[in-house]
DNA sequence: ATTAATCTGAAATGTTTGTTTTAAAATTAG
DNA sequence: CTAATTTTAAAACAAACATTTCAGATTAAT
């Protein structure tokens, strides 16, 4: 219990970081950071999957990551910082999934229900549920950063199913009264109601039969 | 800082628990419980409702509720058996109003377009979004109690609606290729997609837009 | 009025939280 | 090798957490 809280190393500290500050990206490095970080941030994304925000605690964290407190501090930042990056990370991540789907595309109308089917089998086939619809209700309406985040994913899907169903309507293989921005949001929506059902009930075939008629309906 | 922790008091500790428990209900009553209990849950609830289970502290709780910690845990318990209670009113509040609403019915599928309207108006003009569905992406997966009352209040809402669609199409006011079954669950899962919606975008239109869109589905 | 029991409020409990510090190991440049 | 600098690990940190204790206020029944 020596007093290392004199002023004179209190100064010391205070230069340190400083310095390491404007030294971050500097030519003289003299030792490289261990881990990989698009690793750490995987792992970290499954904990905040499965806990929530509120519910990982650091150590969750850090254990799960194989890396030490200090060193996440020193790299990625606070837990905050670490979730933002995470959900960052998975929503790029899915971005870049449905692009890649859109490349094999044969029809429009197919596409979208290629794209309902894809949802149908996140929801029975992945243990974890989709970290932006926890995340929406767990935080999204308390953090604005959050929000931004998520709002900007959703506005991409939005976006990406949209061109689809305007496609297909031209095309007439829909047939719909409704606008394609409705059938859009309808369409996303009735997915976040799938995961709820899932949850609670187990129940595959019910989440199936949800898909088929969805399907049947917009496809008329 | 005297010796309390001496063995007399800790029996005497032991010796008032244990007779607590035993005289709740019993015949002699030195003093009545001081706060009203409902209005408490009532309180406590909507913290919950703002905060999630893992954001809202006991602080916070006993804030609200204006009682003292020792109250709390004297009387309803820890914080786990405090959201149980909770959840337990909230989930019995809205099977009430639900078959308070069955009584009015003019027409099954009257009551059913009267469902979906009902839940776009809590939406949109009720500042706490559903506590049985923040809860489900909170804590059913890892819950078990939490997850049996939600799956009751799940089934419930389920039966109720599934009731109203049988009639409607025995009826032939729904003409549906779709069993009633299907159509029931699709229906419930929607609003909670209309709920996620609302969250990120803040487009009332769009939630309108939405549920008319489902009306003219179902009643084709 | 006395007694016996219970409730209440403030303070204290030990634990866990997110975060920081310290010292040593590690690495690179000269 | 030496010097300079960074990363790392373990321990320490204060603050916040849920929960408990206890003395005193309060009440119901005798």
Redesign the interface.
């Given at each position: 219990m020596a007093g290392w809280l004199t002023f004179q190393s209190k100064y010391d500290i205070n230069l340190k970081h400083t310095f390491q500050i404007y030294t971050t990206f500097a030519d003289i490095m003299a030792r490289n950071v261990e881990f990989d970080e698009d690793r750490a941030i995987q792992k970290a994304m499954e904990v905040f999957w499965?806990?929530?925000y509120?519910?990982a605690s650091m150590r969750d964290l850090t254990d799960a990551m194989q890396i030490n407190a200090s060193s996440l501090y020193n790299t990625i930042g606070d837990k905050h910082q670490l979730f933002i990056k995470c959900i960052t990370n998975y929503v790029h991540t899915r971005m870049e999934e449905t692009l890649a789907h859109s490349s094999k595309i044969k029809s429009p109308i197919k596409a979208v229900i290629g794209l309902i089917n894809d949802c149908v089998n996140t929801i029975l086939y992945s243990d974890n549920?989709c970290l932006a619809?926890?995340t929406?209700?767990?935080l999204?309406?308390?953090d604005p950063d959050i929000?931004v985040l998520?709002?900007q994913d959703?506005d991409f899907t939005h976006g990406f199913l949209l061109k689809l169903i305007q496609q297909a309507i031209e095309l007439k293989e829909i047939t719909s009264?409704?606008?394609a921005?409705?059938?859009t949001?309808?369409i996303?929506?009735?997915?976040?109601?799938?995961h709820?059902?899932y949850?609670?009930?187990h129940d595959p075939v019910?989440i199936k039969?949800?898909a088929k008629?969805?399907i049947?309906?917009i496809s008329q």
């Open positions: 499965r806990k929530g509120g519910g549920h619809i926890k929406t209700f767990e999204a309406s308390t929000k998520l709002k959703s009264d409704t606008d921005e409705t059938l949001s309808f996303l929506s009735a997915f976040t109601g799938w709820e059902s949850i609670i009930h019910r039969k949800m008629y969805l049947t309906q």
